[in-house]
């Protein structure tokens, strides 16, 4: 507050004032706030004709609160029935937003006579959007002209509430660019200095003018103890000095504590300011400030500040002081850090980097580069099978296909696919023979047919006829043969032992079928191989007698062991890519397995380390595309 503007607000509003005076007094008023607002009603109230006036506002739990009533009442809100009646009005009139006017009853008043008293209501609008508060007045009068006189002269007057807070916010404007000023020069003073010394020397002396300080002390942490640095024209010092040594022991008190120590203490004081005491004792008496200086929020350095002991700082002082240490103690820092020879640069370097390894602080991300650290030497140093991996198919050793043995039409069928048979034992069909027995016996008749003629010719000496129905005879008896082979091929019976993989007829019984017509085919399953395809990028690892194990996509959770039998030289083209063709021994045999079954076979080639393994493809489609 200023000094014309405590004698305003220290004088009393005089009745006998006119009205222009007391509308000057209060423009000029930067006294309390409490304060003001009585004086505010006092004035509304004389220049309205009012005789009560009071500011209210809702609380933060809904109830209303009386800033100030004028005239000023001890007994408090609840003692005036005009203030109860406001009170309970305050909610609606906030909500409308509006000046309200409303009949003020007393309890002498007759029973349908006007009011002698009105309550004139004004909402204090915010700033902002919405509503702060309220201006009640009490208004006796029942003239209409005179009620809407009085509500514009208070509703013209409330605006000099919102003159004094525009006063006071300048006010406050004013005095924060003073104190960004005052630590904005203490900021130059340091970054004209190009080396640290002078950059802290600097700091203190400037502090120490601006501050009105005795002395002024750097000092920065240094391993676990408080190392001083600079002090206020003082160019050289020791720390065997006594002065030093119990500066830098206020100093330690401050930054074990990371508090700021002020002493003497206040009342409620909960730090510790034992050394800042000792500090203040032996080398004064003084009044002591210690105000810790951090850098990304770790106190790396405390500033010590002494004065007389009859001179205190108070919070106006301590506000810019600490503007000032912010602004300064980024740039100090780092000039401390690199105005230093290289080994000290290399230890604190070490020191920060395991202090950041081993600390307590950044866990997950220490858990992600222990899990990347691990799966580095994982890759590096692990070893994994490395296997050639290709198709497979099925297929037996030995397979028997079984045709027509001629044309003819199928009887029966008494095995289907899957069915066991047993070699010259099993019959697999059978074709219909009525036909061809029929033949027979029309060929049999012939060849009795031609004996009789030869035998006729040969009685009447009929030598060349004899030798031509014998000719017919044996003709006859060779389609005989023929038809009695046929006959007896009709059963088609299993040429080996195996089981059937081909041939369901059931359906086609009575159908025609021609000689040479597959119609069953039979093979050991217990003689079956695969045959890979293995791609070309990986066949260069394969050989003979290399071991490996398969497993078909009907039964991808069953693994067959095999072994590499022959690798065909000569590359197919299958699906536009280079495949080569192995043939495999498998060593156990499963009774799920068929021929013609396909699935994913892999040859164990040796072991390697996973990093090459996993990186093998990209880097040999590199080394093509890169022709590295």
């Not at 005009?82 to 309970?88: E, N």
Request: hydrophobic share 45%; charged share 25%.
């Amino acid at each position: 507050m200023s000094a014309d503007g405590s004698q305003i607000g220290q004088q009393q509003f005089d009745d006998n004032m006119s009205a222009t005076d007391l509308i000057d007094r209060l423009i000029q008023f930067d006294g309390p706030v409490g304060e003001f607002l009585v004086h505010l009603l006092a004035v509304q109230c004389r220049l309205a004709d009012a005789v009560n006036g009071a500011i209210l506002r809702p609380g933060p739990d809904g109830r209303i609160e009386a800033l100030a009533v004028y005239p000023p009442q001890a007994d408090g809100l609840s003692e005036s029935a005009w203030l109860a009646h406001a009170a309970g009005s305050t909610g609606q009139v906030i909500s409308s937003g509006a000046t309200t006017v409303k009949p003020l009853h007393g309890q002498d008043d007759l029973y349908g006579q006007p009011a002698r008293q009105n309550l004139v209501m004004i909402p204090l609008k915010a700033s902002t959007e919405g509503v702060r508060g309220l201006a009640v007045f009490v208004v006796e009068t029942a003239e209409k002209v005179a009620l809407a006189a009085s509500r514009e002269r208070l509703e013209l007057t409330v605006s000099l509430l919102s003159l004094y807070e525009m006063r006071l916010t300048l006010q406050h404007r004013q005095v924060d660019l003073t104190r960004l000023r005052k630590a904005t020069e203490v900021l130059v003073a340091v970054n004209a200095q190009d080396r640290f010394t002078g950059a802290a020397m600097a700091f203190c002396n400037e502090l120490a003018a601006r501050w009105r300080c005795e002395r002024v002390s750097l000092g920065f942490l240094k391993g676990r103890y408080v190392h001083l640095k600079a002090m206020s024209h003082t160019e050289k010092f020791s720390r065997k000095m006594k002065v030093v040594q119990d500066i830098e022991s206020a100093m330690e008190e401050c930054l074990d504590q990371d508090v700021e120590v002020f002493y003497p203490p206040a009342t409620d004081a909960q730090y510790v300011s034992r050394a800042a005491g000792e500090l203040s004792k032996r080398h004064g008496p003084t009044a002591i400030v210690s105000l810790p200086l951090r850098k990304a929020g770790e106190p790396v350095a405390v500033l010590t500040a002494e004065r007389p002991s009859d001179n205190s700082m108070i919070l106006d002082e301590i506000e810019p002081l600490r503007l000032a240490c912010e602004l300064c103690t980024a740039r100090m820092v780092d000039m401390h850090e690199q105005d230093r020879w290289f080994g000290a640069k290399a230890a604190a370097s070490a020191r920060k980097g395991l202090a950041v390894l081993i600390g307590p602080k950044h866990t997950w991300l220490k858990v992600a580069a222990m899990v990347v650290f691990a799966a580095i030497v994982f890759l590096v140093f692990a070893k994994g099978d490395y296997r050639a991996e290709g198709t497979f198919v099925l297929e037996a050793t030995q397979q028997q296909v079984i045709s027509a043995p001629f044309d003819g039409f199928l009887k029966s069928v008494s095995v289907i696919p899957d069915d066991t048979v047993t070699a010259g034992e099993t019959v697999l069909a059978e074709l219909y023979t009525s036909k061809l027995r029929l033949q027979l016996a029309v060929a049999k008749a012939e060849h009795l047919t031609s004996l009789k003629q030869a035998a006729a010719a040969m009685r009447d000496g009929k030598t060349a006829q004899a030798q031509v129905a014998r000719a017919e005879a044996d003709k006859v008896t060779a389609q005989i043969r023929l038809l009695e082979y046929r006959i007896g091929k009709a059963r088609i019976v299993s040429p080996m032992t195996g089981t059937v993989i081909s041939g369901d007829l059931r359906r086609q019984i009575g159908a025609p079928v021609k000689t040479g017509n597959v119609l069953f085919e039979v093979a050991p399953l217990e003689s079956l191989r695969a045959e890979l395809s293995v791609p070309e990028d990986e066949i260069a690892e394969v050989s003979e007698r290399q071991r490996g194990e398969l497993s078909a996509a009907a039964y991808p959770d069953r693994r067959v062991q095999f072994i590499v039998e022959h690798i065909n030289p000569v590359a197919e083209v299958v699906n536009q890519q280079n495949i080569f063709r192995v043939r495999v021994r498998l060593l156990e045999t499963k009774p799920w397995m068929r021929p013609g079954m396909e699935g994913i076979a892999k040859i164990r080639i040796d072991r390697r380390r996973y990093a090459w393994l996993w990186s093998r493809k990209i880097i040999n489609w590199a080394r093509m595309k890169l022709w590295l």
